[in-house]
């Protein structure tokens, strides 16, 4: 097999028990041709010490003085790779996984067989073993009502999946459809949306579509990034083979960071819609977000929270 050089990019923030974890699974990878790229995105706590001492040897360490986002902090890496062109390909990998030993060789063996695949992600599982959908339709109005309007219950992976195996999908229409549908795969297959979580792309993708959107800092903008890759015309592939595990959300522990998420969330969707969408999807979107933001007023009620909500608010009504 054709071994080319890959540049893993893990971004770190307050998060040095994950990041050691998820470093400590790459040390047992099969593949032979990598580097790991750990970008500190301006942690306030010891981690680039541990991560200096612990892994000099390892990984090559960026230092950003304050938090770039997601799309701000991976991109400093990114353009750093680049630069150099020596790697072929670039993957971007969450701190709160844990990969297989394979699964680097298993995205390398489908990428290098078509010059027309961008980009690959594995199969992504949670902590007990479940199926996390890696493979998601693009947002749009209709999806951001489920993501924000619904209970958690009716988003399950398994709801999903009963829903789309029984005639019940048959009753619900074509745009419920696009979101109720079954992924069982073997196979390595074509998708719309992969997940940042772990995403493998060509160097040429990024050169001919650009780098991450930084006006996202966070939350969707593993979605715009593959919007814009299969607007260009290239394909994403899910590669069932290769599978990783990931914790996510692990480091939303309490109310407060989780209400902050969700304005990022908030403030991220509507801006794909009116990046990427027609006037009246973008009217949708903001009719069914401001409902969300307006139905969540009395959680807000902190002093340390009504700035976000602020701007969230401002960020759709602009």
Not at 60 to 70: D, P
Not at 87 to 107: G, Q
Request: proline residues 3%; charged residues 25%; contains cysteine.
């Amino acid at each position: 097999m054709n071994c080319p050089k890959v540049s893993i990019i893990i971004l770190n923030w307050n998060g040095i028990d994950d990041t050691i974890k998820c470093l400590e699974s790459l040390k047992k990878i099969t593949y032979p041709d990598y580097e790991v790229i750990v970008v500190d995105n301006g942690s306030t706590g010891n981690d680039v010490v541990i991560l200096e001492e612990k892994y000099q040897d390892y990984i090559r360490l960026i230092k950003n003085e304050r938090n770039l986002g997601f799309s701000g902090g991976n991109n400093v890496a990114i353009e750093e790779v680049l630069r150099e062109d020596k790697s072929k390909y670039i993957l971007l990998l969450n701190n709160d996984t844990i990969v297989s030993s394979d699964f680097l060789t298993e995205l390398i063996n489908i990428i290098e067989k078509d010059s027309k695949i961008g980009a690959v992600t594995p199969e992504i599982l949670n902590p007990n073993g479940s199926l996390q959908r890696s493979n998601r339709k693009f947002p749009t109005p209709f999806l951001i009502f489920l993501s924000f309007c619904l209970p958690k219950i009716f988003l399950s992976t398994k709801v999903k999946n009963f829903v789309a195996k029984t005639n019940l999908k048959k009753l619900l229409g074509s745009t419920v459809n696009s979101y109720f549908w079954s992924f069982d795969s073997e196979k390595p297959v074509e998708i719309e949306n992969a997940s940042g979580a772990c995403l493998l792309i060509r160097k040429e993708t990024i050169k001919e579509v650009g780098m991450l959107d930084e006006n996202i800092f966070l939350s969707s903008e593993d979605a715009d990034w593959c919007y814009r890759i299969k607007k260009d015309g290239w394909k994403i592939l899910y590669i069932p083979k290769a599978k990783i595990t990931h914790y996510v959300s692990k480091s939303f522990k309490n109310k407060m960071t989780k209400l902050t998420y969700l304005c990022h969330r908030i403030k991220s969707e509507y801006y794909f819609v009116k990046k990427h969408y027609k006037k009246t999807d973008v009217l949708k979107t903001k009719f069914i977000l401001l409902l969300t933001l307006i139905f969540r007023f009395p959680l807000f009620l902190n002093k340390n929270l009504w700035k976000i909500y602020q701007d969230s608010l401002k960020s759709i009504l602009r």
